[in-house]
């Protein structure tokens, strides 16, 4: 067993390993990771899991800061498995924090929420709590929640204020970002002065150069491109001193498409290869292939093109390199993914079942309990009518039938409400089916109609496809019946179903020759309670998105053409896959 005094001096060395990481982080990674190992080792052979769990926390720093985030989790999730057995609570907190970033990063939102709360769990101090309310921040800026963003770094801002150390810089920054989306420009333009000057106090020359290439972006956005360009300038002098690649790289770029912006295409093209050379220097084909990119474009905008030819010939080979690197690299990654895909649906799936029973027990509830009620209004108001028929007032007698068609209306809309919500349920399994034989049923349905409003409809070449035959009926059943109602006055009725197949693909056109539809409306139209004309054409506006449901219930799509003059044309696909249609669930 160590006396004290040798306990005591490894505690004094191992804090001093943690304290000279922490003076390289983001300047000398090399030294960095080497002060980490440092500690590693002396943590686990005096047993100091404590520590040891700290420099895991700060490898796990390394691997994010050198875009290896996998890594970066990998490492963290052990600290904090040390941390948890150990309970180090401040340490686990850490943790959290930190996996709730790496998390962010990989756009796995509900696992960064997740390690927010855990970390919020363990009462954390006002740092914690500060940085835990800053990740959640940036958490809803990707989900597009900017004002709630807003309000959870203004709760961050409160707490870093309490500190003794300002620590206010990256919330400023963070603020910036999402003031941005807000298209808020004089408040972007607040927000990274005030982390410029925090940063600057807090002797922090990443958020300094961070904020300084974020003031630039904001007046090459606006158009100040001079006054853009020289806050890039001033950024990369202080990016300089530091071995951060991407942030260097990121605004050697901006100074480069700053001076694409003012026309200057050589001194665009020398800035643009100065990031080349660094990503190319540090093996990152992703950001390589980036400047190659610009490299390519800017030189094809000069003239030059076989130096533009040069660069799209290093860009196909770079691109070649990375599609092979990442065929060896990316089925593992998958299996993984797909494993917490499978688990998150399992947890999920019993619940989805039950809301689905509800849905039903819905449908029904509408079919059967509301349309009960409209029977008896519009047969009670029918007695009425008749046995009052001679005593009644034309006032009294209008009200009557306006009660009667309303109710007819009503029970119409539940009814075709009733056919949207059913659409999945209606029939569980495929059946081959003639098509020629479905639209014939169709046809000797609504001959009464077709005779009576002197509209012809024929068909071609259908085929006989594996598919849901009830669904599908009621959309042919649609497109006719629509079709009749929207005939042109001036002229008989045609409307003609045809059919191509190229691949597992089947390509349905309906066509008439009614009053078409205006082109404008033709992106509405497949919408639930869409209802161009309602003056004019009785209706529920339910059809048409019927349709739609059936279509994707196929697999397919569904479209409309129409100069709204001489008819429209409906065409709808259905994918097959080995004789079975391919389902959409």
């Known amino acids: 067993m160590l006396a004290k005094k040798d306990n005591e001096a490894i505690i004094r060395q191992i804090e001093a390993g943690l304290a000279n990481a922490a003076k ?33 926390l700060k490898r796990g720093l390394y691997f994010y800061r050198n875009d290896k985030l996998d890594q970066a989790i990998q490492i963290t999730k052990k600290a904090a498995d040390i941390a948890l057995k150990f309970q180090y609570k401040r340490t686990l907190a850490h943790c959290y924090i930190n996996l709730s970033g790496y998390f962010q990063q990989k756009n796995q939102l509900g ?19 500060a940085h835990l309310y800053n990740n959640l921040a940036m958490i ?11 309000e959870y770094l203004d709760k961050a801002i409160d707490y870093y204020r309490k500190l003794p150390i300002v620590k206010l810089a990256g919330a400023y920054i963070n603020r910036g970002i999402i003031l941005i989306e807000l298209n808020d420009f004089e ?51 202080v990016a300089n001193g530091l071995n951060e690649l991407f942030l260097r790289g990121s605004i050697l770029n901006m100074i480069g498409l700053a001076y694409e912006k003012k026309g200057d295409l050589e001194e665009a093209i020398r800035f643009f290869k100065k990031s080349y050379k660094l990503y190319d220097k540090h093996a990152h084909p992703k950001a390589g292939i980036e400047n190659l990119e610009m490299l390519h474009k ?13 660069y799209q010939s290093k860009l196909l080979q770079l691109k070649e390199k990375q599609f ?36 039903r027990q819905y449908a029904f509830i509408v079919a059967h309990d509301l349309r009960e009620p409209l029977r008896n209004i519009n047969g ?9 028929e001679t005593c009644l007032s034309k006032e009294s007698e209008d009200l009557l039938d306006f009660l009667i068609g309303a109710s007819v209306k009503m029970n119409d809309l539940l009814s075709d409400l009733l056919k949207y919500a059913t659409i999945d349920i209606e029939q569980r399994k495929l059946i081959q089916t003639d098509m020629e034989e479905l639209i014939e049923d169709v046809k000797v349905d609504l001959q009464q109609q077709l005779e009576e409003n002197d509209t012809l409809l024929t068909y071609s070449d259908l085929p006989s496809i594996k598919c849901y035959p009830i669904p599908l009926r009621q959309l042919l059943q649609n497109f006719i019946t629509n079709s009749i109602k929207f005939r042109h006055p001036d002229r008989p009725g045609k409307m003609h179903f045809s059919h191509q197949q190229e691949g597992k693909v089947h390509t349905f056109t309906f066509t008439d020759n009614g009053i078409g539809i205006e082109p404008e409306y033709l992106q509405k139209i497949f919408g639930i309670f869409t209802r161009l004309d309602k003056q004019n054409y009785e209706g529920t506006g339910i059809g048409l998105a019927i349709c739609k449901k059936v279509v994707e219930k196929h697999g397919g799509t569904i479209s409309a053409q129409s100069d709204g003059k001489s008819g429209t044309t409906f065409i709808f696909t259905i994918v097959e896959e080995n004789g079975i249609t391919n389902l959409i669930a």
């Not at 929420?113 to 006002?126: F, G, H, R």
């Not at 927000?191 to 990443?206: M, P």
């Not at 299996?335 to 809301?355: F, G, M, T, Y």
């Not at 009670?380 to 009052?388: G, H, Q, S």
Request: proline letters at 1%; charged letters at 35%; aromatic letters at 12%.
């Open 111 to 129: 696992k960064a929420i997740e390690c927010n709360y855990e970390a919020l769990k363990l009462n954390p101090d006002d740092i914690e709590s």
């Open 24 to 56: 390289y982080s983001g300047k000398d990674w090399q030294r960095f990771i080497k002060e980490v190992e440092t500690v590693e080792r002396l943590s686990i052979s005096h047993q100091k899991y404590d520590y040891y769990a700290n420099a895991l």
């Open 380 to 388: 009670f108001a029918n007695l009425i009518k008749r046995d009052e």
């Open 298 to 310: 800017t030189y094809c905008r000069l003239g030059d093109f076989e130096n533009a030819y040069q």
């Open 187 to 237: 408040e972007v333009k607040k927000a990274y002065k005030a982390a410029t000057r925090y940063a600057k106090e807090e002797k922090d020359e990443f958020l300094h150069a961070t904020a300084l290439e974020g003031l630039g972006k904001v007046y090459f956005e606006i158009d100040e491109v001079d006054k853009g360009l020289s806050f890039f300038m001033e950024a990369l002098v």
């Open 140 to 150: 809803l800026y990707a989900r597009k929640e900017y004002q709630k963003g807003l």
């Open 324 to 359: 092979e690197e990442s065929q060896e690299n990316s089925i593992q990654e998958i299996i993984q993914n797909k494993a917490e895909e499978i688990d998150v649906l399992r947890d999920k799936s019993e619940v989805i079942s039950r809301q689905n029973e509800e849905l």
